[in-house]
């Protein structure tokens, strides 16, 4: 009996923590059509802690200038942090250097950076793409527009009823002409959690780089871009906490060097005549202009405050939600959940008989509640599952059970509507 | 601000569970698919066009319930009426669901003015007006609609998907 006190105990501190989290965040204080906020659309984009709100506003009252160019005083500030942050994700995905670490305007950049500057150079016609059925339309459309233009090929990895990917299939995929994998860690629109350190194995047995587009998996569990052994490692600060308009691509250092740039500009030259340009190292190389300085500087503000939280915090609170969600949500008739894969995040994507997911969003909306209702740039899958779209509601951290209960009201209010 | 679930309760509802003019028309002489792609509705309007008169029409698809009342509703009103009067229609709707027409004006809408309050709800002013949409498309025999064509029949200045 002790030993299950003490576990009582720790789930009651451990919830009144998370609770306090919660006052770090305040959007959260929010009222929508006369309702508290429920936001449950994490996926989509997660909502900004104060200390992070306050280092932007201290950057931009405090430290603006332009990075890398000047002398004075500003601006050796601003580079100075702007590169700060650059390390600090460097730590985060335990890259090997800093210069690894290319600041892009999100994930869709970074997978389109990798697009012209790999594959444009090192992917001819006939060669083949690997994708798999659960990648976000980032992670496809420029490998189609890559292989429109080369006459590359693109082989897709199915999926199961669970949304979980076929490892067999996805070996029996490659032969001498597969020269790239593009590989979602975390589905969007389900939550499946793909098993990628063994998926990059295999491919590195046939000497083909993997581009894992990370933006699902960064904010819920711990990336080690060198344990995974991958090539490139792509995600977003905006679903980490941080600002719009920024994320990151990690790259090895020798792929990157081996790249041609994709933007030209400059901070990406070394030198420029009319005659010749000659390009800056990695990774200025790949980033021409001015960056988004502010926004950069934000990230790593955000990545701070991620880690005072602790990931496996994180994990411990938004799984309890999940599970909890999970089996309320089974319990309503009529609500079917799709993405049930063993190893998940806290998504929760489900059908309901007889209502659109649109008019589900409408009405829940009416309630406070924020639902993501679509295809989630994930048609292939809605494809697979014969659905044009579904309701998708995503926990973070700072969610708790009385807005999953809010949510689960709401669902039952909306099916009594119809009924 | 209005009360989507109001406007739920009182006609859409209504127009989801018991779609008037549900189905395909065995003469019919028009038709066209309207398609959303950012929400992935479809929808299949057939009307038998006589004498510039629309004689008869139908429509079915897959879609959200605001897009079904709103083609139920389209179809019970433009049933009868000619051509030039359905295009009236068409316009009158378009307008008043982006925000453009001043109801206080002389206008034809009549009960479809209940879909008034969509202006209000931005992401879903296009479920309201694809089936309209739609059958401009048939009225002029272009076979297939969409929200999102740049060469479309009717250019949507508001809403998104």
């Known amino acids: 009996m002790k030993s299950v006190d003490a576990t009582l105990e720790h789930d009651v501190t451990f919830a009144s923590e998370m609770e306090k989290v919660r006052a770090d965040f305040p959007i959260l204080k929010l009222k929508v059509n006369g309702k508290p906020l429920v936001y449950?659309?994490?996926?989509?984009?997660?909502?900004?802690?104060?200390?992070?709100?306050?280092?932007?506003?201290?950057?931009?009252?405090?430290?603006?200038?332009?990075?890398?160019?000047?002398?004075?005083?500003?601006?050796?500030?601003?580079?100075?942090?702007?590169?700060?942050?650059?390390?600090?994700?460097?730590?985060?995905?335990?890259?090997?250097?800093?210069?690894?670490?290319?600041?892009?305007?999100?994930?869709?950049?970074?997978?389109?950076?990798?697009?012209?500057?790999?594959?444009?150079?090192?992917?001819?016609?006939?060669?083949?793409?690997?994708?798999?059925?659960?990648?976000?339309?980032?992670?496809?459309?420029?490998?189609?527009?890559?292989?429109?233009?080369?006459?590359?090929?693109?082989?897709v990895v199915p999926i199961n009823d669970a949304g979980e990917l076929l490892i067999d299939e996805y070996e029996k995929l490659f032969n001498h002409r597969t020269k790239f994998v593009g590989l979602i860690h975390v589905s969007n629109a389900l939550g499946t959690i793909n098993p990628v350190k063994q998926m990059i194995a295999f491919a590195h047995m046939h000497g083909v780089p993997v581009l894992v587009d990370g933006a699902q998996a960064a904010p819920h569990m711990k990336i080690d871009v060198q344990d995974l052994d991958c090539d490139f490692y792509v995600f977003s600060a905006h679903k980490l906490y941080g600002p719009t308009g920024v994320g990151m691509l990690y790259g090895k250092a020798k792929l990157l060097e081996s790249m041609q740039p994709f933007k030209g500009g400059g901070e990406m030259i070394a030198s420029v005549t009319f005659e010749k340009t000659t390009y800056n190292t990695i990774p200025h190389k790949f980033e021409a202009g001015t960056p988004p300085i502010a926004a950069a500087i934000g990230f790593g503000a955000a990545i701070d405050y991620l880690l005072s939280i602790g990931i496996d915090e994180i994990h411990t609170c938004e799984m309890e939600l999940l599970h909890y969600a999970t089996e309320l949500i089974n319990a309503l008739p009529g609500v079917h959940v799709i993405g049930t894969a063993a190893s998940k995040t806290s998504v929760l994507s489900f059908v309901v008989d007889g209502i659109h997911p649109h008019d589900i969003g409408t009405l829940l909306n009416q309630e406070g509640i924020a639902v993501r209702t679509g295809h989630h740039c994930a048609q292939p899958i809605m494809q697979r599952f014969k659905i044009p779209a579904t309701s998708r509601a995503s926990f973070a951290f700072y969610n708790n059970r009385s807005e999953v209960d809010a949510f689960i009201a709401g669902i039952h209010t909306v099916q009594k509507l119809f009924s | 601000m209005i009360n989507a679930k109001s406007l739920y309760q009182e006609v859409i509802l209504d127009h989801n569970r018991k779609p008037r003019n549900y189905g395909a028309l065995s003469n019919a002489n028009h038709h066209a698919i309207g398609h959303n792609p950012l929400c992935g509705d479809r929808l299949d309007i057939s009307l038998n066009l006589e004498d510039d008169h629309i004689d008869g029409i139908a429509f079915q698809g897959e879609s959200c319930a605001i897009c079904k009342a709103s083609a139920s509703m389209m179809t019970a009103a433009v049933k009868g009426k000619s051509r030039g009067d359905a295009e009236i229609l068409i316009h009158e709707?378009?307008?008043?669901?982006?925000?453009?027409?001043?109801?206080?004006?002389?206008?034809?809408?009549?009960?479809?003015?209940?879909?008034?309050?969509?202006?209000?709800?931005?992401?879903?002013?296009?479920?309201?007006?694809?089936?309209?949409?739609?059958?401009?498309?048939?009225?002029?025999?272009?076979?297939?609609?969409?929200?999102?064509?740049?060469?479309?029949?009717?250019?949507?200045?508001?809403?998104?998907?």
């Open chain 2, 93 to 161: 709707f378009r307008d008043m669901a982006t925000g453009k027409l001043d109801l206080d004006n002389p206008h034809h809408l009549g009960r479809l003015t209940v879909f008034s309050g969509i202006q209000e709800l931005p992401t879903r002013v296009k479920c309201a007006i694809l089936p309209w949409h739609t059958l401009h498309a048939a009225l002029n025999s272009v076979m297939s609609a969409s929200t999102e064509a740049e060469n479309d029949p009717i250019h949507l200045s508001a809403g998104n998907g």
């Open chain 1, 40 to 155: 449950l659309d994490n996926a989509a984009s997660t909502q900004m802690a104060q200390p992070v709100i306050d280092r932007l506003v201290y950057y931009q009252t405090s430290q603006h200038a332009n990075v890398h160019r000047g002398v004075h005083y500003l601006s050796e500030t601003a580079t100075l942090e702007y590169e700060g942050a650059r390390q600090k994700l460097q730590r985060f995905v335990n890259a090997r250097e800093d210069r690894e670490i290319i600041f892009t305007s999100g994930t869709t950049e970074a997978i389109n950076l990798v697009m012209h500057g790999y594959g444009r150079k090192f992917i001819k016609a006939d060669d083949e793409i690997i994708l798999t059925t659960l990648e976000h339309h980032s992670n496809i459309v420029p490998w189609q527009m890559l292989a429109e233009e080369t006459g590359a090929k693109i082989r």
